[in-house]
């Protein structure tokens, strides 16, 4: 059924806004991926069966969601209550039963399931009180985690939408361009580029055909924002496309998704399909002139193809080979007719600067860098999982307020962003209040948002390796420094870890460095070295230690590091024998054990698991 | 130049132009677990896109090959998260196990191994993907649940 | 308008690239991956100019690839500043580590004083001359029959006709092989067949004189492109400027 006017969507707004009013109770079952895979598919089905069993899944004022992630994945299987905001971690099928009689017929809160803070060892609540939670400002994640992704209907009565009836029904393409500059939102994808500007220069590009481009490639190891948003508020991203459609004049627009994404890919296109039913979405949206489509593309595995002009052949169906940018994608880009490609986190906000205003969005963050960012905090963190945050956030806040610190009593060694474009920082930059610029100036940069914190037990010219690694296999090849220079880069930096590096190696690595930036032809390849000039200028120290004593501190590179039980400590508690992968610890119980050299793959589980400090990397 | 029966229902449903060739690729490898040589010739042919172009494109793009894949595809994932989560000591684990390397599939056609770039879910690192399920924060002993999934 | 190359005012038409304007004024740029007859693709980065656009600061320039950039009002450029000559120098390092033997590397690395690769040079390579400008594939597809192609990505990049193997739409033309700027591509021509890319293909003999003119399909081909009779192509070039009295350029071998 065709919504022919606003007037008419007013109405169904209106509808929708009611049952939502209606519902007193919902139940909040996260089904992002990181909860799926532990078992939230099965919660969520034993909760619906139960509902049922108890006829309580007739009634209007309780409502169930299988929801998008709610951020928090080390702890899921995640199940939330509103309004009370009871959060439970942790849930399993077998909890089911308990929480229906409890929790959604009473109002009893089931202690196990509470989250419990690590420092004050109390049980807590609600999720705002959960410092993970508390200190999140979630815009563009405004939708995840606490609506059903694909219900329409939820997203209206949500206010979905309000900000595109608002947009068509009052304002020109001129007056909502205006609306963005004044935001000053600058491009969530890495470029940081100003949406504004880059809108604008379309708008003046000389050509009857303008293209809007969703860029859903997400390539960053690490980073999983896109992903989370893509699944959880297919509908927010696509009316932040249709405002910006409506901004710059396209009539034909593309989200680009990585193949690796198929969830993604069928949450964006059950929208897609349930808004052009709406009128929403194709000829004639909401009764006006306006006219709009949106096609999904899937990415062919190819990180290179998160760059924008590389991103635009593979539409085309061809390579994703880059172009060089002396002509922008504003003036030719997809077919050769000016196009806006922007990134899924970029889309999100638009509806919310359009609602609420450009100056509102303006008064939070930072002077150069304006609103929130989200993150995948990952890796030696005790909390991992995705966070959003004003910016000017500082690295410390993230990573030890929201993130919990570095668990497992081991220490903080470096935070890693920006991906294979970026760098690491060191505990010194602790304080670094996040936002393009500082990063870009202390040898990183932001890039689509992934935050890998790593720690004592992490080498970072094993890190460096990592990424050179990666970037090499990723290379598209056109260019010479970028194929030929990661290659003779990756050589050098295994050497390195493999005990047979030299100092000459390093001024190798430096002449690389400068090439790469110089003279490669895209930004992959420009930022390739970053992981490697950003480790060099922090940690010198561990790639010195490898080159002139042969040694890695980490314990990572095998050929440079050797683990020893000390008998003095070593309990003989047989922990390190039951997970040692090569059998090549021996000992009786009760006594101090030992490790064959010879059959020792430096793997350091022994370490990992070890309660009494007895094994020693040397 | 043959077209199986399932080529050709996929070709149908996409525009005669070369914007349609990658689309159709995953389309066929979804179907046949891979990409039959003379599917090439087809799509070529489809698109009116010569065929050194098609291959270039197959070649180019990593959701795409010409090897069947196994029964079960094992992919482990790379990314940076599960890199310092201990990945690399999980595909060589598991690489011990099966019996082949990365990029590899048994000699009895039941299990493919990979190693894949970050697939999205770095919240529960380090992740294995077995077919379409996600293992949470592999260890090593976990390897079992890898074998339970392939038989099903 | 008039642009500044090396300081001096210099005569560029819009829509031109700074390569052509540069060519045109007697300044040297080299290039390996720039071709007339083809687009350009900026793969190589041999041609990297050192540039500073109009309203920049004094000390602000940026290094662009001189066959792709546009000339614009104001534009000033660089061909052989230290910047320039440096990051030429480090492409050629890695260029001749690929390709030692290739001798267009070795002449032009020489200008830039080396000798020698600092990395280790490349073994086992199927096509060790091969430095993947793609003029050869660019020539095929744009002007030829699209026989052969780029195929893989990163390190693994390679050239040739799909698969590897002997291709249907290979006419034997060695319009590749005769663009090629380092030799690369194998041919061998015996007087009365050229195998090229896996493929042997019979030399149709000049109906005057009898030496080697074209391959069948490539003169089929040429019949088929121009509307005239294969015939016409069945002569070689030496008799048909007797003939005609007209100068005959070789389109290829």
């Excluded at chain 1, 707004?13 to 099965?42: F, H, N, P, Y």
């Excluded at chain 1, 006829?55 to 969601?65: E, H, Q, R, T």
């Excluded at chain 1, 220490?411 to 304080?431: E, I, N, Y």
Aim: with cysteine.
């Amino acid at each position: 059924m065709k919504v022919a006017s606003l007037k008419e969507f007013e109405v169904l707004r209106a509808d929708a806004k009611a049952a939502q009013e209606k519902i007193r109770k919902k139940i909040l079952v996260c089904c992002g991926t990181g909860c799926l895979a532990a078992g939230s598919g099965k919660v969520a089905a034993a909760l619906r069966a139960e509902l049922v069993r108890k006829g309580l899944d007739v009634d209007v004022g309780l409502k169930m969601n299988e929801t998008g992630c709610r951020g928090l994945c080390e702890l899921g299987p995640l199940v939330t209550f509103e309004p009370s905001g009871i959060f439970y971690k942790g849930v399993k099928a077998s909890d089911v039963a308990e929480i229906v009689e409890k929790t959604i017929e009473g109002d009893e809160v089931i202690q196990r399931l509470l989250y419990r803070d690590k420092a004050s060892k109390q049980r807590v609540e609600t999720y705002e009180e959960i410092p993970f939670y508390k200190s999140q400002t979630r815009w563009a994640l405004r939708n995840v985690g606490l609506m059903a992704p694909k219900d329409i209907t939820e997203y209206i009565g949500r206010g979905g939408f309000a900000a595109l009836a608002k947009v068509l029904s009052t304002m020109t393409p001129e007056e909502v361009l205006a609306e963005v500059e004044t935001a000053k939102l600058r491009g969530r994808g890495g470029g940081g580029f100003d949406a504004g500007r880059k809108w604008r220069s379309c708008v003046n590009a000389k050509g009857d055909e303008r293209y809007l481009v969703c860029n859903g490639d997400e390539g960053d190891p690490g980073a999983f924002m896109d992903r989370t948003i893509m699944e959880g508020d297919p509908y927010g991203v696509i009316e932040g496309m249709v405002i910006a459609a409506y901004a710059i004049g396209a009539t034909a627009g593309f989200i680009y998704v990585r193949q690796e994404y198929p969830l993604a890919v069928q949450h964006l296109n059950t929208a897609i399909e349930k808004m052009r039913d709406l009128g929403l979405l194709g000829k004639k949206i909401l009764g006006t002139e306006f006219c709009f489509d949106i096609k999904i593309a899937r990415g062919g595995g190819a990180f290179v193809c998160g760059e924008s002009s590389a991103l635009m052949r593979s539409i085309e169906g061809k390579v994703g080979e880059p172009r060089a940018k002396y002509i922008h994608g504003t003036e030719k880009g997809l077919y050769d007719k000016p196009t806006v490609l922007g990134n899924v986190e970029t889309f999100i906000n638009v509806p919310l600067i359009l609602e609420k205003g450009g100056a509102w969005f303006a008064s939070t963050g930072t002077e150069r860098s304006k609103g929130t960012k989200a993150f995948s905090l990952v890796g030696k963190v005790q909390n991992t999982g995705l966070v959003e945050v004003p910016m000017g956030t500082s690295l410390r806040e993230i990573i030890f307020d929201i993130g919990g610190g570095v668990p497992k009593g081991r220490t903080f060694k470096a935070v890693q962003t920006g991906g294979p474009s970026g760098g690491c920082l060191p505990a010194s930059h602790l304080d670094t209040r996040v936002d393009f610029d500082t990063l870009t100036e202390a040898g990183s940069m932001m890039g689509s948002g992934g935050m890998v914190v790593m720690d004592d037990r992490t080498c970072m010219v094993d890190v460096a390796r990592y990424f050179t690694k990666f970037l090499v296999n990723e290379s598209c090849g056109k260019c010479v420094p970028c194929r030929e220079g990661l290659q003779q880069m990756l050589r050098l930096l295994t050497e390195i870890c493999e005990g047979a590096g030299t100092l000459r190696h390093l001024e190798q690595i430096e002449n690389l460095a400068h090439v790469l930036k110089m003279g490669s032809l895209c930004a992959l390849g420009k930022s390739a070295a970053n992981p490697v000039t950003s480790t060099l200028r922090y940690f010198r120290d561990e790639y010195l230690e490898h080159i002139e004593e042969k040694k890695c501190s980490a314990g990572v590179c095998r050929a440079l590091c050797r683990y020893e039980i000390d008998e003095e400590k070593c309990t003989g508690c047989t922990l390190c024998t039951s997970v040692c992968p090569t059998a090549c610890i021996t000992g009786e119980k009760k006594t101090p054990h030992e490790i064959d050299q010879e059959a020792c793959i430096r793997c350091g589980s022994c370490f990992d698991v070890c309660g009494f400090n007895a094994i020693r990397i040397l | 130049m043959t077209t199986t029966p399932d080529s050709a229902l996929i070709l149908v449903k996409y525009p005669k132009e070369e914007a349609s060739i990658i689309e159709i690729l995953h389309d066929i490898q979804l179907a046949h677990r891979h990409i039959p040589k003379d599917a090439l010739s087809a799509i070529a042919a489809h698109t009116d896109v010569p065929l050194s172009r098609v291959y270039g494109v197959a070649t180019f793009y990593g959701a795409f090959s010409f090897e069947p894949k196994g029964e079960t595809v094992v992919k482990c994932c790379m990314g940076t998260a599960c890199h310092v989560r201990g990945a690399g000591r999980n595909l060589e684990d598991i690489e011990a196990r099966l019996g082949i390397k990365s990029g590899q599939t048994t000699a009895d056609g039941k299990f493919s191994l990979e190693s894949v770039n970050c697939v999205g879910a770095c919240g529960i690192a380090p992740v294995v993907t077995v077919n379409s399920k996600v293992l949470p924060k592999f260890k090593m002993t976990d390897f079992d649940k890898i074998l339970g999934e392939g038989e099903k | 308008m008039k642009i500044l190359i090396n300081g001096r005012a210099v005569t560029a038409f819009k829509g031109e690239t700074v390569l052509t304007a540069a060519r045109r004024a007697g300044v040297e740029i080299p290039t390996l991956c720039h071709h007339e007859a083809v687009e350009d693709s900026g793969a190589c980065r041999m041609c990297m100019v050192e540039i500073r656009e109009a309203g920049w600061d004094e000390d602000r320039t940026k290094l662009v690839t001189a066959c792709l950039f546009p000339v614009e009002e104001g534009l000033s450029v660089q061909t052989d500043s230290p910047e320039v000559r440096r990051t030429r120098k480090e492409i050629l390092e890695l260029l001749l580590a690929r390709s030692p033997e290739a001798e267009a590397v070795r002449v032009l690395a020489a200008k830039y004083g080396v000798e020698s690769s600092p990395y280790p040079d490349r073994e086992d390579a199927e096509l060790p001359n091969c430095i993947l400008c793609g003029i050869c594939t660019r020539v095929c597809q744009a002007l030829v029959t699209g026989a052969i192609t780029m195929s893989e990505r990163g390190p693994n990049k390679i050239v040739g006709p799909p698969f590897g193997e002997a291709a249907d739409a290979c006419i034997g033309c060695m319009a590749c092989a005769s663009s090629c700027p380092t030799n690369a591509i194998p041919v061998e021509d015996t007087g009365t067949t050229r195998t090229i890319w896996g493929r042997t293909f019979d030399l149709v003999p000049c109906a005057i004189c009898g030496a080697p003119t074209g391959t069948r399909e490539q003169i089929d081909w040429l019949a088929k492109k121009t509307g005239r009779a294969a015939a016409d192509f069945e002569i070689c070039v030496a008799c048909k400027t007797k003939a005609t009295g007209e100068v005959w350029h070789r389109i290829s071998w």
